[in-house]
């Protein structure tokens, strides 16, 4: 074990039964002795009630997550090289699972790939970053041209690195919101690029767009939702940008109808069909409104529903609302399709756990007097990795049914 130069906080046994179980998590509540003289963002050592190292991390007095862990080996050296090779290994494994398909895809996911607080998110030859937490904020200066670096030497050139930091999580670190372009060697002249995905091309807005301005980790569920529909008829309920629908549409799909509560998804939604000379219906319309007007009418005139809400909770505090409105709308689609029909349902809060979503969508069924074959259940695409012993990294569900 090297000489240890960090500031020392001491933690609960608790925190130190977690720590051993694999999360990096330390809450403020499980630190009994602060580190002496840390500044936020800081290195501290972490050690447990009898004084034994137990990882190393960084420091944020102001937010409930005290300490996020690093590193948990006493031999690491936190410097250039240390961090080369954690960017290394996280785009080594982008390019081992993904093989060809990284042009569009998540280079750094966090805690999974041992970035405290931080996402890359890349889209051809740009990349947009957030950082959530203060210690990776403290960084960047070295962080970003070492991502362009490690990119280079595998021919990958970036014109430029977008700052998505417009989150009010921030705050609970201590952290200003703001947006815009990271200063490197230049500035591109455009937020927006086009990025092919399943063969489909979209135009990506990296600073007006949902999140980083595409939802990545979907990527392989709508290749599967496509294998289901070809000679289907449709209906993609929370379409956004209308990737599902235009998958569906691309494998063959007799007719499909995007919906979305948003005018402005909508549109985009009908651009990205022109885009690719695809022909499909798009509507704006509340789904929650919908979906029990169509099963009013009494007529069946989708047999393949496809249900990607926003996420209903971001807190355990309000799941059980969130539970209802899940309910509610995978009762409502059952109670469309008819028997025989398929059913795409997903949930993209880390609240509502796998399990928990797995009853909701059986109390639905059992509402709806059907029974459900489940075909396949899925989560996010693998740059998206679930780190074990971290269920906030295992956040997607997306369960695919026929309903007989």
């Known amino acids: 074990m090297s000489e240890r130069n960090f500031p020392a906080a001491a933690v609960t046994a608790k925190a130190e039964r977690s720590i051993l179980a694999g999360h990096p998590w330390i809450y403020d509540t499980e630190v009994t002795a602060a580190p002496s003289g840390a500044l936020p963002g800081a290195l501290v050592d972490v050690r447990s009630p009898k004084g034994a190292y137990l990882g190393t991390g960084f420091y944020s007095p102001s937010s409930k997550i005290r300490i996020r862990l690093l590193s948990r080996n006493a031999n690491d050296r936190f410097d250039e090289a240390f961090f080369r090779r954690r960017i290394r290994y996280a785009w080594d494994y982008r390019r081992t699972v993904m093989r060809e398909d990284t042009q569009a895809c998540r280079l750094i996911f966090g805690e999974a790939d041992q970035f405290p607080g931080l996402t890359v998110d890349r889209y051809g030859d740009l990349l947009v970053a957030q950082t959530l937490s203060v210690g990776i904020e403290r960084l960047k200066p070295m962080l970003f041209p070492l991502l362009c670096e490690v990119l280079a030497e595998d021919g990958v050139q970036i014109s430029g690195i977008f700052e998505r930091n417009d989150v009010a999580i921030r705050k609970l670190e201590g952290l200003s919101e703001s947006k815009g372009w990271y200063p490197l060697t230049g500035t591109p002249a455009s937020a927006v690029t086009e990025i092919t995905e399943n063969g489909i091309r ?75 000379g695809i022909e499909m219906e798009t509507l704006c319309a509340n789904v929650f409104d919908l979906l029990p007007e ?27 609302d969130a539970e209802r409105g899940y309910r509610e709308i995978n009762y409502r689609a059952m109670k469309l399709l008819p028997r025989g029909g398929y059913l795409a349902t997903c949930s993209c809060s880390h609240f509502m756990e796998k399990e928990r979503f797995a009853r909701v969508i059986a109390a639905a069924a059992r509402d709806a007097e059907v029974s459900l074959k489940l075909i396949e259940a899925r989560g996010a695409s693998p740059d998206h990795p679930v780190l074990v012993g971290v269920p906030e990294t295992e956040y997607l569900k997306f369960n695919l049914y026929q309903v007989i």
Do not use: W
């Open 294 to 320: 169509l099963v009013r009418a009494g007529k069946h005139p989708y047999d393949f529903i496809i249900l990607d809400p926003p996420a209903f909770t971001k807190s355990r505090r309000t799941a059980d």
């Open 202 to 276: 979209y135009l990506v807005d990296v600073e007006n767009g949902q999140k980083t301005g595409f939802f990545l980790d979907q990527k392989y569920n709508r290749r599967a939702a496509a294998g289901l529909a070809h000679g289907r008829r449709v209906l993609d309920c929370f379409t956004h940008t209308g990737t599902f629908a235009l998958n569906a549409a691309r494998a063959g799909a007799q007719s499909v109808t995007a919906v979305d509560i948003s005018e402005e998804a909508v549109a985009m939604a009908g651009e990205n069909a022109k885009r690719n």
